[in-house]
C-alpha cells in the first residue's frame, strides 16, 4: 500500500583499540574484522571505525610517521579484506567503510575520516569522500592543530545506499556542524571519535560508564533529533599513555532515540538494520530541519552581519492599546492616551483581584550550583576504569606481573588491591621496606595487606644501606634523612622488578602530587600510578569499597619518615578541607569565588603557596633548549609510541 515502504540499512559499529603507532598491524587487524564482518547476517552495508584506527590518537609528533593518503589507505584496506577473506574461506563481498587516520594531502597533515567502497568484483576500491577534522582542541590534555591542519569543508556525499556526512570527534561539539551536514542532505552523519574517559563522580543519568560517554550521548543525540537524522557514534576503546578510552559507541534514530550501544571498555560490533524511511516520519512530526531551510537566508544575513560586526538599529512601533493598559486602569492609574471601554475595564478588575500581590521566593545560595566536579566517586566503575588500565599498560609494555612498595598506608593499600583485581595475585609482588626508625605499626599494617590479598611478598631492611651513606653525612637533618630513605626504597623496588620481570607500580595520590608533598625522583618514579588523579579523600572512598581494611583506612596518614610525623600535620590542613580546594583551583575558581562558598582566606593562601611552589616537582628536568630539536619540547612523542 502507499506509504508502506521499509528501506532497510544496515550499520555494523566496530568499537576497536588499534596497537599504537603500528599501522601495519592495525591494518592487518581492521582487513580480518572487515572479513568477520561480511559474515553477519544480515550482512553490513556499512561498518563504521573511530577516529585514527589506525594508528591510535595520542601520537603527537609521531603523526608524519603514520600518516598516509587517502588512496595509499583504500588500495590497503582492500588488500588486506581480500586477504583475510581468502584465510578465513569466505566469499569477499563489496563492503563500504567509515574510518579514521591521519591523512597526507596534498603534503599537509589532517586528522581525516574516509568513506570507502572495497572487495568490488569489477574493479579497485572506490574513495567516496574524505573528510577533514574542522576543529582541532587545543585546550585540556588535548593539543592537536600543534600536529595537524585544520579542515574547513563539511559536505554530504553520495554512497550505495544514500547520502552520508562525515564529522570527526570536536566537529559533533558544535551544533552548525550537523546542521550543515543535514542541509546538504546528509541521512546518516558519521561521527568517528577518541573521546578519552574523564568523569568519575555518581549519576543517575542511566547511562554506563564515566561522565563523558554521558555527555558524548547527550550531543549524538541532539544532532540526530535536531536535523531528523540518523547519527551514528563510534570511539575508541583501549588505553594510551594513561588516558583511557571509553567506547560506548551506538547509533541513534532520528527522533532522538538510541537504537544500540556498545559496552564501556571493550572492543565489540554492534550490528543494527534501520529504516531510512523513519526519517520521513521524524520529520514529517518534527519539521525542524524543513524550518531551517525557509529560514536559512535570514539566517545566513544575521551571520554575514555578527561576522562583519555590521551595526543593526533597533527600532519598534508607538504605544497601542493593549492588555497592558487595561490593567493599568484596574489598578487605578491611566495614560490616558486611550480610552478604555467600561466593561473591559470591569473583567480587568476582576483579574488583577485574582492575581496575587507576590509570589514566594526560593533561594539558592553560590555555593548550591555552579561548583567544580564532585569529589564523590562511583567506586565500582573507578575500579573497572583502573584495573582496565592496568592490564592494558602491561600487555602493552610486556609485562605480566607488577612489584608494589606496601607501606602499611591507604595509598599502597588500594594500588596492592586494584592489581591483584587486574592481575592476579599470583602476578602482584608486596615488598616491605621498613628503616631501623620506622612505625612496628606501620609494618604490621603492610603486612595485614599482603596477607589479606595472599600476595608474594619480600621484606628488605634499608637501614643498612641508609646508614651506610649517612656515616658520611651524619650532620644530615631529619628532611634529608627522609629523603634517602625514600630514594634507597626506590632503588630496592626498581632492582626487584629486575629480579622478578616485575613493574612497578606508583602509590601516589593527587592531593599529594599537588602538594610536592613526596620526594622527588622516588615515590614518582615508578612508570605506572592507577591512583595518581585521585584525590586523597577519593583514594579513601575506593579503598572502602575494595575492602581494604578499616584500621589502615582510619588511621592518621602518614609518609612514616619521621616519627610522629602525620601527613596533615606537616601539611597544616586536613585532606578533606585541602581536596575542596585543590579541586575547586584546578577547575578554574579564584579565591574569592571560593571563599563565597566558604573557605577561609588562610586555608586558600596555604593551598595556594604549595600548589605554585611545587610545579617543579611535577615535571621533566629544566634542560636549556641549544637546538630546533629539544626533547619533550620540539621532539615530541607520547610515553607509549
Same mark, same amino acid.
Given at each position: ?33 572487515? @572479513? ?115 579542515? &574547513? ?54 547511562? @554506563? ?26 570511539? /575508541? ?52 530541519l524543513s524550518d531551517l531551510r525557509v529560514a536559512l ?23 497601542? *492599546? ?25 473583567? @480587568? ?6 492575581? *496575587? ?21 562511583d567506586a565500582e566503575m573507578t575500579e573497572e576504569w ?31 588491591? /586494584? @592489581?591483584?583485581?587486574? /592481575? ?31 600476595? =608474594? ?16 653525612? *651524619?650532620? #644530615? ?24 620481570? #616485575? ?8 592531593? =599529594? ?42 588511621? *592518621?596518614? &602518614? ?73 619533550? =619540547? ?8
Open positions: 500500500m502507499p506509504g508502506d515502504s521499509i528501506r532497510p540499512l544496515t550499520l555494523a559499529l566496530c568499537q576497536f583499540a588499534p596497537r599504537k603507532g603500528d599501522v601495519a598491524a592495525n591494518l592487518a587487524r581492521i582487513g580480518r574484522l572487515c @572479513a568477520q564482518a561480511a559474515t553477519l547476517d544480515p550482512r553490513p552495508q556499512v561498518v563504521h571505525f573511530p577516529e585514527t584506527a589506525l594508528s591510535g590518537y595520542f601520537v603527537e609528533g609521531g603523526v608524519r610517521e603514520v600518516a598516509c593518503t587517502a588512496g595509499a589507505l583504500a588500495y590497503d584496506l582492500d588488500d588486506v579484506y581480500r586477504t583475510a577473506c581468502a584465510a578465513a574461506g569466505i566469499d569477499c563481498v563489496a563492503m563500504d567503510l567509515v574510518i579514521g587516520f591521519y591523512e597526507r594531502w596534498r603534503d599537509t597533515l589532517y586528522n581525516s575520516a574516509a568513506y570507502l567502497t572495497i572487495g568490488l568484483d569489477d574493479g579497485p576500491p572506490v574513495i567516496r569522500h574524505v573528510h577533514r577534522k574542522n576543529y582541532l582542541p587545543t585546550y585540556g590534555l588535548f593539543d592537536e592543530e600543534r600536529f595537524v591542519e585544520r579542515g &574547513t569543508d563539511i559536505r554530504a556525499f553520495e554512497t550505495p545506499w544514500g547520502r552520508a556526512a562525515i564529522l570527526v570527534c570536536e566537529d559533533a561539539w558544535h551544533s552548525i556542524s550537523g546542521t550543515i551536514a543535514a542541509l546538504d542532505g546528509a541521512q546518516v552523519v558519521f561521527v568517528s571519535s577518541a573521546a578519552p574517559a574523564r568523569g568519575i563522580w555518581p549519576r543517575d543519568d542511566g547511562i @554506563a560508564g564515566p561522565y563523558s560517554a554521558a555527555r558524548w550521548e547527550r550531543l549524538v543525540r541532539d544532532i540526530a533529533e535536531e536535523q531528523g537524522v540518523y547519527t551514528s557514534f563510534v570511539n /575508541l576503546v583501549g588505553s594510551e599513555g594513561g588516558k583511557r578510552f571509553f567506547g560506548t559507541s551506538h547509533l541513534v534514530g532520528p527522533g532522538g532515540d538510541v537504537r544500540g550501544r556498545a559496552p564501556v571498555w571493550d572492543e565489540s560490533f554492534v550490528s543494527l538494520t534501520v529504516d531510512l524511511d523513519d526519517l520521513v516520519r521524524a520529520r514529517a512530526d518534527g519539521p525542524m537566508p535570514h539566517v545566513l544575513d544575521n551571520i554575514r552581519r555578527v561576522h562583519d560586526g555590521a551595526p543593526v538599529s533597533l527600532t519598534y512601533d508607538g504605544p497601542e *492599546p493593549a492588555a497592558a493598559d487595561l490593567l493599568r486602569g484596574a489598578r487605578g492609574f491611566s495614560t490616558g492616551e486611550f480610552a478604555v471601554p467600561t466593561d473591559a475595564l470591569q473583567r @480587568a478588575s476582576a483579574m488583577v483581584r485574582a492575581i *496575587p500581590e507576590s509570589l514566594p521566593v526560593i533561594r539558592h545560595e553560590l555555593r548550591d550550583h555552579g561548583g567544580p566536579p564532585p569529589l564523590a566517586i583502573l584495573t582496565g588500565f592496568l592490564r592494558e599498560e602491561l600487555t602493552r609494555r610486556g609485562f605480566g606481573k607488577v612489584v608494589i612498595g606496601i607501606s602499611g598506608g591507604v595509598d599502597s593499600a588500594v594500588t596492592a588491591f /586494584l @592489581a591483584v583485581r587486574a /592481575l592476579g595475585r599470583e602476578n602482584v609482588i608486596g615488598v616491605r621496606l621498613p628503616y631501623r626508625t620506622s612505625s612496628a605499626e606501620s609494618l604490621d599494617h603492610a603486612q595485614l595487606v599482603i596477607d589479606a590479598l595472599g600476595i =608474594e611478598s619480600r621484606t628488605v631492611d634499608i637501614s643498612p644501606a641508609v646508614d651506610g651513606y649517612l656515616t658520611a653525612e *651524619p650532620d #644530615a637533618d631529619a628532611s634529608r634523612r627522609g629523603n634517602i630513605m625514600a630514594r634507597t626504597r626506590m632503588i630496592a623496588l626498581f632492582d626487584l622488578s629486575a629480579r622478578y620481570r #616485575a613493574l612497578p607500580l606508583g602509590t601516589g595520590n593527587k592531593t =599529594e602530587r599537588l602538594f610536592g608533598y613526596f620526594t622527588w625522583h622516588a615515590d614518582d618514579s615508578p612508570p605506572i600510578n592507577p591512583i595518581g588523579d585521585l584525590y586523597k579523600t577519593q583514594v579513601w572512598a575506593l579503598a572502602r569499597h575494595l575492602g581494604v581494611p578499616d584500621i589502615i583506612i582510619t588511621k *592518621p596518614a &602518614t609518609a612514616d619518615l619521621i616519627a610522629g610525623q602525620t601527613d596533615e600535620g606537616d601539611l597544616g590542613i586536613s585532606y578533606a578541607r585541602a581536596d575542596e580546594i585543590l579541586n575547586g583551583m584546578l577547575h578554574g575558581f579564584s579565591h574569592e569565588a571560593l571563599r563565597s562558598r566558604g573557605f577561609q582566606r588562610d586555608e586558600l593562601t596555604l593551598v595556594s603557596k604549595r600548589l605554585n611552589g611545587t610545579h617543579w616537582k611535577r615535571r621533566p628536568p629544566a634542560t636549556a633548549l641549544v637546538s630546533q630539536s629539544g626533547i619533550g =619540547e620540539s621532539y615530541l612523542r607520547p610515553v607509549d609510541y
